[in-house]
Structure formats: structure tokens, C-alpha cells
């Protein structure tokens, strides 16, 4: 984790949008900037100053975990201590992350400024340390294609363990335990298993619903190493198929192979969506896929960049995302399958390896 280089490109985005400092609050960003992972704390970062701020619960855990920072112990309500954390720095504007602090919280510290008659103004940033989180140092590729080793072997362990008969819930816990035991921290999310109409929803959760013969089932799941994640997803069929199955298993295979050949630096997110999506609707489910091909992923499941059909944001080199087309037909089913991936070079590297087959 090579924290001076992260601070220095923050302190560099500061300083364009003129802005003195910034008090970070989201819990992942906290955790980039500083390696603290504590559940309760700030990060206050000017440009000479880096201080993390928390509570009795983890003063020993942060002195261990962020050497760099000064360590600010919090005491009582934040108007009892905000003014201290300050001190007697000549601040004039104070970034804040206008996508995670709340409005309560906001017009709590505008009240105490305006009671310390200060002429610190705090300004929204938004994005600024998510952007730098999206282009991955080598670390931290390597802790997210470990995560992702461990969720191929975890569909390798499904194809011999899956069958009819089995209720949905009863699969996603036997995958649970499986990733556990091959070592992976508590996972990044909730397993996703949605057999024959349930496959229809994207976000399904597991059910007492009975597998049967011939119908879709798509299994999302992910792993955590380090506290890097991985997501991927795959659609599979106990039996003989019925020619939907067969269509639509095509038509999302070929839509995200394409993608896959033909994503590079620079395209935007959208272009890289419209490769697979232009698959998709000329096979006529235009009205099937209803969510973005794919999303950054490492600290948390979903974070820059954004692959989808409004998205502006630039791939670049050392971006790690998903790609993962779907077709939903609701009262049959669906087919997802999710890849994940990263740029080197310029052009698509594909990480994971589970069969589609």
C-alpha cells in the first residue's frame, strides 16, 4: 500500500478544485488513504497535516494501522471536539464527500462553524477519492485476482455439487462454507442463487424454491482477500435445455465475448456497454437487458468505473471491472454471465477462468 503516493494525488486533486483540505468519511475511502479499518472514524487532510480521528473503541487499532496519521482521540458529540480536530490551522474551504455525509451531519458542523464565527467554508467534492481508487496499484491486482482464484474454484466446486432437487438456499450455503474454507474473508456480498422464474430478477435471493431439470440457474458470487473483492457470474442448466435456454445462453456469451475482444483505453464507459448491447438488441431482447454491462471492482463490489449506457467515465490502464451482460424474461428465467477483468497495456486482460461452457 504505497499511502504517500495515494496522499500526494489527493492533495493534487485538492489543489484543483482550490481547496484546502478535505475530511474524508466514507469508510472505504478512509481505508485507502490511511489502511485503518475501523468502523468509526474521519480522516482531516491538509497539506501538511494527515489525522484520523476515532473513538476509545480503536485509538490502539489506528496507532497500529496508520503510523503516518496523527491520531485525534474523539470524545462525546461532535460539537465537543470538531473545534479541536481543527485547531488553530488557517483553513478557508473544507472539502467533504458530499456522496456519503448527510445532510444532519452537514448542518450540524455549518452550526459550530457558524458558533466559532470561523471563515471556513465547507465545499462538496464529489468523486475525487473514488477516482483514484478506480486504477489499481500492482498490490492490489494481486489481492483481487486472488479473490477471484478463489470464486473460479468455487464454480468448479459447483458444477460437481449442483443438482436437481436442491432448494436455492441450500446451494448458496454450501458455496458460502466452500468460499470460507478456501479462505476467504466474510464475503462482499450476499450470494446470489436464482433458479428457473426466479433467474428473471438480478438481484434475487435465495429461496426455499426447488431446482428443477431444464431451467436457468445463475450463480453470483464473490470472495474477499485483503479486503479486495471479487464478482462473478455464471448460468447453468441440469438436463437438456429448451431452445430459449439455447438462444439466450448465445446470445449473452457471444454479446460479452464481443465486448471482451474490442474494450480498450480510453473508450468510455458507455462505448464499451454499447459492444455488448448492440448483441443484445439486435437478437431482439433490447427490452432484457436492463442494467449496465459492468462495474469497477476492489475495496468495495461497485465502484468506478461505471460500464453503462450514460456513463462517461474513461477506461485506463489498471482498471479492474466486470462484464456481465444479461437477458431477463420474466416467468421463464435468465442468463447472466459475469467476467471480471482488468486493462493492461491498453487492452482487456480477463482474470477469472471458471468454464462457460
Not at 477506461?315 to 462484464?323: D, E, N, Q, R
Request: with cysteine; glycine share 10%.
Amino acid at each position: 500500500m504505497n499511502l504517500t503516493n495515494r496522499l500526494n494525488k489527493l492533495r493534487e486533486g485538492l489543489a484543483g478544485k482550490e481547496v484546502d483540505a478535505i475530511l474524508i468519511s466514507q469508510p472505504k475511502n478512509r481505508h485507502y488513504l490511511s489502511g485503518f479499518d475501523g468502523s468509526a472514524g474521519y480522516l482531516l487532510i491538509t497539506p501538511q497535516k494527515t489525522i484520523l480521528a476515532t473513538d476509545f473503541r480503536y485509538i490502539e487499532q489506528a496507532k497500529i494501522q496508520a503510523p503516518e496519521y496523527d491520531i485525534f482521540h474523539i470524545t462525546n458529540e461532535i460539537a465537543d471536539w470538531f473545534s479541536r480536530l481543527l485547531g488553530e490551522s488557517d483553513l478557508k474551504k473544507l472539502g467533504f464527500e458530499a456522496g456519503h455525509m448527510t445532510f444532519a451531519l452537514y448542518k450540524q458542523l455549518t452550526d459550530i462553524l457558524n458558533g466559532m464565527k470561523s471563515r471556513l467554508r465547507l465545499v462538496s467534492i464529489e468523486g475525487l477519492v473514488e477516482s483514484l481508487r478506480a486504477v489499481k496499484e500492482p498490490e492490489e491486482i494481486e489481492f483481487i485476482t486472488r479473490a477471484v482464484e478463489i470464486t473460479d474454484s468455487a464454480f468448479e466446486y459447483i458444477e460437481g455439487m449442483l443438482q436437481t432437487g436442491m432448494s436455492e438456499r441450500e446451494v448458496a450455503w454450501e458455496i458460502e462454507k466452500f468460499l470460507r474454507e478456501k479462505g476467504s474473508q466474510p464475503l462482499p456480498f450476499d450470494i446470489i442463487v436464482a433458479s428457473g422464474p426466479n433467474a428473471a430478477l438480478p438481484h434475487a435471493k435465495p429461496s426455499e424454491r426447488v431446482i428443477q431439470a431444464g431451467e436457468p440457474v445463475i450463480i453470483d458470487i464473490g470472495a474477499r482477500i485483503n479486503e479486495y473483492t471479487s464478482d462473478m457470474t455464471r448460468t447453468f442448466c441440469l438436463g437438456d435445455p429448451d431452445d430459449t435456454f439455447k438462444k439466450v445462453y448465445d446470445t449473452v456469451l457471444g454479446a460479452q465475448l464481443s465486448a471482451l475482444a474490442i474494450i480498450k483505453e480510453g473508450m468510455s464507459g458507455s462505448e464499451a456497454d454499447s459492444l455488448a448491447r448492440t448483441v443484445v438488441e439486435e437478437a431482439g431482447y433490447k427490452k432484457a437487458f436492463g442494467h449496465g454491462l459492468g462495474h469497477g471492482v476492489g475495496l468495495a463490489t461497485h465502484e468506478m468505473p461505471r460500464l453503462g449506457p450514460n456513463s462517461t467515465d474513461k477506461l485506463a490502464s489498471g482498471m479492474v471491472f466486470t462484464i456481465e451482460p444479461g437477458i431477463y424474461l420474466p416467468g421463464w428465467g435468465g442468463v447472466r454471465i459475469e467476467d471480471m477483468a482488468v486493462i493492461q497495456d491498453g487492452k482487456v486482460k480477463v482474470i477469472s477462468k471458471a468454464s462457460k461452457s
